[in-house]
């Protein structure tokens, strides 16, 4: 059975600071690796998506990894602003690319 | 954003009340899917549907049932409502064409009393 956990489970930073949260899971058999992102009481924002057979994706300051050999991923931030504060969650396709695992997020605070 | 609607965005029931919740797409996408988030457990996916009329488990079924009438509905039906079914519950669709990314609605607030 797929485990995603993301650790630290919060985080706060200084306005401009680069950054990085982390995603792990337990079985390298997955389709894709997505990204999102969550307001407070709000719904999911889909940031990236990383197929199986990719290593990173990029959206403006943002860059997802993906190592499946250490059941790995990363979302990078560069040059954080305080509209970036959210929860970061990322989910693994796994036993079929319609079923997300997700993690439980990591809640981004960026202080002005 | 995908065109994903969920009725209604909030409501309060009581014990043993059943409750349907709306998911309508305008994307015209394969799949769709319910989840509930619940603070510790994260999202869970209840229930999905890669078809009309064609659905299938998630990770925590129990006490919920789904239907697909039309590809743009996916209706989620809580039988006899119980206080652990408190919860926030979210569609989401996907599509074959974009690698399954998921596109996610703005959620439902379900209070069971």
């Known amino acids: 059975k797929q485990e995603v956990t993301q650790i630290p489970a919060a985080l706060s930073v200084p306005e401009g600071e680069n950054l990085v949260l982390n995603c792990s899971f337990t079985?390298?058999?997955?389709?894709?690796l997505q990204w999102f992102r969550q307001d407070p009481g709000k719904g999911l924002t889909s940031l990236l998506l990383?197929?199986?057979?990719?290593r990173e994706q990029t959206s403006g300051r943002l860059n997802a990894s993906l190592d499946k050999s250490s059941g790995r991923s990363t979302l990078y931030i560069a040059a954080s602003q305080p509209g970036d504060s959210a929860t970061y969650l990322c989910?693994?396709?796994?036993?079929?690319?319609?079923?997300?695992?997700f993690g439980k997020g990591t809640k981004l605070t960026v202080n002005p | 954003d995908a065109g994903i609607t969920q009725s209604p965005r909030h409501k309060v029931t009581e014990t043993g009340t059943p409750v349907t919740l709306r998911c309508h797409q305008t994307?015209?996408?394969?799949?769709m899917y319910w989840y509930r988030q619940d603070p510790g457990h994260g999202l869970r996916l209840i229930h999905y549907?890669?078809?009309?009329?064609?659905?299938d488990k998630g990770e925590v079924s129990d006490g919920y049932s789904v239907s697909r009438s039309k590809t743009e509905d996916f209706l989620l039906t809580l039988e006899s409502a119980t206080s652990s079914q408190t919860s926030v519950y979210f569609c989401?669709?996907?599509?074959?064409?974009?690698?399954?990314?998921?596109?996610f609605g703005p959620g439902t607030r379900l209070t069971v009393l």
């Open positions: 079985d390298s058999a997955i389709y894709n």
């Open positions: 989910a693994a396709a796994s036993g079929g690319s319609e079923k997300l695992v």
């Open positions: 990383i197929q199986s057979s990719q």
């Open positions: 549907s890669y078809g009309v009329k064609d659905t």
């Open positions: 994307e015209n996408h394969r799949y």
């Open positions: 989401a669709i996907s599509g074959d064409t974009t690698y399954n990314e998921q596109f």
